[in-house]
């Protein structure tokens, strides 16, 4: 069983920055692939990225590549969000999620655990 907790989500402006936290329970944790989803009113969530614990490669989805980047802590169990150059549409609740993966995955159905987001909103 994984635990995720998600942090750092607030109001800014556009072409602001804020950094999301995602700390993850358990040892099993760290053999886990990770990623950040998010969900706009009225849409499907969506992928944003995603990293592999263990090697640490990664995967940016194209509408926020160059302004989004995932990195990981290994010693304290955490995958960051840093979200630079925001815009309206980027407002969404953020999820963090786990699962039993080789690598950095795009696809929701891959993930089995969820943490319960975190709302970032960005004002015109």
């Not at 969506?46 to 990195?71: L, P």
């Not at 969000?81 to 080789?102: F, H, I, K, R």
């Amino acid at each position: 069983q994984v635990q995720l907790v998600e942090s750092g989500g607030g109001l800014v402006q556009a072409g602001g920055s804020l950094r999301l936290s995602c700390v993850g329970s358990g040892r099993a944790f760290r053999s886990y692939g990770l990623a950040w989803f998010r969900q706009a009113p009225g849409k499907e969530r969506e992928f944003v990225a995603a990293i592999s614990f263990i090697s640490g490669s990664t995967s940016v989805a194209d509408s926020v590549k160059g302004r989004f980047t995932i990195s990981r802590e290994y010693a304290r169990n955490t995958v960051y969000l840093q979200m630079n150059s925001l815009n309206p549409e980027d407002t969404a609740v953020y999820y963090c999620a786990a699962g039993v993966l080789s690598g950095p995955r795009a696809g929701r159905n891959e993930y089995d655990y969820w943490g319960r987001g975190t709302q970032v909103t960005v004002s015109s």
